[in-house]
C-alpha cells in the first residue's frame, strides 16, 4: 500500500524559513507528478505547488510563487517544499499527494493518495 509521510512543520515567525519533506513508500513515483496542498481551518483545501519527472515542470500557487520552491529527490522517492518569507496566511496543515490520473491537471486535486498533513504555523 502506498504512504506517505509529511514532516518538517512547526512554529515559526512571519519572515521565517520551513523545510517540508514528503517521504514516499509502497511504490515509486520517480515517473509520476507530486504535489503540496495545504488547509486552514474552516477552508477548503488548496494547491500549493507541483512537480513532474518527465516533462520537468514546477507549477506555484500565485500566493507562493517566488517564497515557496518545490524539488524532488529521485534516490529516496522523497519530495521537499522549502518555503522562504511566511506569512500568517501560510498557516495550515500541509499534504503530500501522488499518483495522478492521466486526466487531471497537477494542480488539481484529483491525486489517489495522500499523506496525514503536517502542521504550519506563522505568528509572532
Known amino acids: 500500500q502506498v504512504h506517505l509521510v509529511e514532516s518538517g512543520g512547526g512554529l515559526v515567525q512571519p519572515g521565517g524559513s520551513l523545510r517540508l519533506s514528503c517521504a514516499a513508500s509502497?511504490?515509486?513515483?520517480?515517473?509520476?507528478?507530486m504535489a503540496w496542498f495545504r488547509q486552514a481551518p474552516g477552508e477548503e483545501r488548496e494547491f500549493v505547488s507541483a512537480?513532474?519527472?518527465?516533462?520537468?515542470?514546477?507549477y506555484y500557487a500565485d500566493s507562493v510563487k517566488g517564497r515557496f520552491t518545490i524539488s524532488r529527490d529521485i534516490d529516496k522517492n522523497t519530495l521537499y517544499l522549502q518555503m522562504n518569507n511566511l506569512k500568517p496566511d501560510d498557516t495550515a496543515v500541509y499534504y503530500c499527494?501522488?499518483?495522478?490520473?492521466?486526466?487531471?491537471?497537477?494542480?488539481?486535486?484529483?491525486?489517489?493518495?495522500w499523506g496525514q498533513g503536517t502542521q504550519v504555523t506563522v505568528s509572532s
Open positions: 499527494a501522488a499518483g495522478l490520473p492521466h486526466s487531471i491537471r497537477p494542480t488539481e486535486p484529483g491525486y489517489n493518495y
Open positions: 509502497g511504490r515509486t513515483f520517480n515517473n509520476d507528478a
Open positions: 512537480v513532474t519527472q518527465i516533462t520537468e515542470l514546477k
